[in-house]
């Protein structure tokens, strides 16, 4: 599935900124279609880890530039950082290539997408969606034949699709991604932990996430319940893979909430939430990638 929505909504977005134990899957990962397997080219590994590798510090260099001090362009930079991020993970785990053709799909049409938008407000959505269909993709991967599983990215699209049909606002459409990005990372992390080694930690934070959508006042609320609990699902995700890396992981959550609770304003906040949820996937990702065979 690759919907991509018109963006012809009345974007509004830039009045925001006035600035402006180990539970990794062993099993196959599910695919469309078992029969377009291909062998695995064991003498191409190394080099396609190397290379996704190599992107990722590529990536890096581009969040956090002292040049970057607009919030919106720091929605921007971390957004299509996370959106590569992903990329590189679903090439990873994509070790037989069946999931080629969807994947690299995607990241043309991102680039395409890109090409076409010239303000910060279009670029803004372009990164949101771009990390929301890798996420559908990631999602699918673990799914792939699980009618009622499957069904929630039907929902997500359709709703989309109708948000994009009423023109809405440009903040209500990324508060829908931001929601629906949550949904996605839970979903493929609940896969990754069958032994429900973190069962009670996704419990109390879905809860969390049911309570700040009740509170929610405005869009802005919504927005930041979504990629405040997808971040705190990652953390739990980055770590699965290092255990020991639990007091590391606890201080880059405090230095999150440390930066969102500073009186800079809403911009400041959302785009401090979207550095954070790019740091934690790229530490999911490198992660991922240096334990790929």
Known sequence: MNHRFPIHLALSLLVLFPSCGKTQDTRPVPTPDSSAHRA????????????????????????????????????????YASFHALFALARAWDRDGAWKEQIDTRYRTFLHEDSLRRGQDGKI?????????????????????????MSVIDTMDRRL?????????????????????????????????????????????????????????????????????TFEVCQLWALSYDPAKRGELQEVYKRMIGETTRREGIGHQMATATEFLYHILDRIAASVIQGAS
């Open 40 to 79: 695995v080219d064991t003498t191409n590994l190394s080099r396609e880890k190397r290379e996704l590798l190599r992107m990722l510090d590529q990536v890096r260099r581009t969040v956090g530039r002292p040049s970057d001090t607009l919030d919106a362009e720091r929605m921007v930079v971390s957004t």
């Open 161 to 229: 699709s109708r948000l994009s049909t009423r023109r809405v606002q440009g903040m209500e459409f990324i508060a829908q991604l931001a929601e629906d990005i949550y949904v996605l990372t839970k979903g493929i992390f609940e896969d990754l932990d069958r032994n429900h080694v973190y069962e009670e930690h996704l419990r109390q934070i879905d809860q969390s996430f049911s309570e700040g959508l009740k509170a929610a006042e405005s869009e802005e609320d919504r927005f930041l319940n979504g990629m405040y609990r």
């Open 125 to 149: 959505i372009n990164g949101m969606l771009g990390i929301h269909e890798m996420l559908q993709t990631l999602y699918s991967m673990r799914y792939s034949g699980d009618e009622r599983r």
